[in-house]
């Protein structure tokens, strides 16, 4: 189960998704318009113009990087790629990872965050896992940073000391970086700059949430490793990134400088959400990203209650880990923030 399902009911307000909820320039929309006519032509099979943006936007060699129909694409080809017996994916984390070993047939083995840490790694934790690693030598894990659905980014120390035992244990690491730019701390907790020391390592990223453009399905990702990028790109179909996307993928990047304006107006508008939320009784989760996980220890049926109101959230009942309570909610501009906390007030007798 994902977010974004606006064609079952009649939605007015999703807080399902979480993307940047700030627009992007008038310049690109005429962009938009004006990309239509690349539809008459077969897409370029290797993405040349794009990949080369964002080779220029991250100082990466071109032949490193793949582009993809959206991250999920990328996702599900290194899963066929590896072929995994068994994979360790960190929960709670984004359901697509277990989706896509599913399909392989893949062991799985959940690696559990305690609730009572706000589901961040601690000390205990870390030397956890790796004793987990070196006994059962898994073939992937995943890795998502911030994490996905409480947002929590985790240290480079944290990243680097589960790549070096990855390493030793014969593991690919799959690290989603997707949310890392509505971070604003990309500097500091990014791995990108380590991608040329682990050959085991590929960093997916998308242009979905950073841009707010989850319709154009658009993902790339990064990896040192030329066999492990030749044996992605196999799984992908012919001309997998329609014509329109690579088109708008490299204007896009253009307007990167944008981003960090928007990561500077999500942080308020999240402290102010979390705030409210505590007030009006919800247990809220440190986050440094775009959306907010909170639990409700008497409220059970708030998205059903908010979807009357045409205000979709997600449950996150769904998540190993978690369970019937929990609730994941994008943050939005201060009106629609403000829309959403009276309407919870409301449905909850607030």
């Not at 961040?120 to 030397?127: A, C, V, Y």
């Not at 940073?145 to 070096?164: H, Q, R, T, V, W």
Request: aromatic fraction near 10%.
């Amino acid at each position: 189960m994902h977010g974004g399902d606006i064609y079952t009911a009649k939605v007015k307000h999703d807080f399902s998704v979480n993307v940047n909820p700030f627009p992007l320039p008038l310049k690109f929309l005429l962009k938009y318009v004006f990309s239509f006519a690349s539809m008459r032509k077969y897409p370029d099979q290797d993405s040349r113009e794009l990949i080369d943006c964002i080779s220029k936007e991250y100082n990466i060699s071109p032949d490193k990087i793949i582009a993809g129909n959206g991250a999920s694409e990328i996702i599900f080809s290194a899963v066929r790629a590896v072929m995994p017996k068994t994979a360790i994916l960190i929960s709670p984390c984004f359901t697509g990872y277990s989706h896509a070993l599913d399909s392989t047939g893949s062991k799985i083995i959940h690696f559990a965050l305690d609730e009572k840490d706000g589901f961040e790694f601690t000390d205990g934790k870390i030397s956890e896992l790796k004793d987990m690693i070196s006994k059962e030598k898994p073939e992937m894990l995943f890795l998502c940073n911030p994490n996905n659905p409480n947002g929590k980014l985790y240290s480079k120390k944290i990243l680097i000391d589960l790549l070096e035992c990855c390493k030793k244990s014969g593991t690919f690491v799959l690290l989603d970086e997707c949310f890392m730019d509505l971070t604003g701390k990309a500097k500091d907790f990014s791995l990108m700059e380590k991608l040329d020391d682990y050959e085991n390592l590929l960093i997916v990223n998308a242009l979905t949430k950073t841009f707010a453009v989850p319709g154009l399905r658009l993902g790339y990702a990064f990896c040192s490793s030329a066999e492990m990028l030749s044996k992605i790109k196999v799984q992908f179909p012919e001309w997998n990134v329609s014509a329109i996307a690579q088109k708008l993928g490299a204007e896009l990047f253009r307007y990167k400088k944008c981003i960090s304006k928007s990561a500077v107006k999500l942080s308020a508008e999240r402290d102010f959400l979390s705030k409210e939320l505590c007030k009006i009784g919800f247990k809220t989760y440190p986050s440094d990203s775009n959306f907010i996980l909170f639990r409700s220890e008497k409220e059970n049926g708030l998205k059903e209650k908010l979807l009357k109101k045409q205000i979709l959230i997600r449950d996150c009942s769904d998540y190993q880990n978690l369970g019937s309570g929990y609730y994941r909610i994008a943050v939005k501009q201060h009106k629609e923030n403000k829309k959403l906390l009276s309407l919870i007030r409301k449905v909850m007798g607030a």
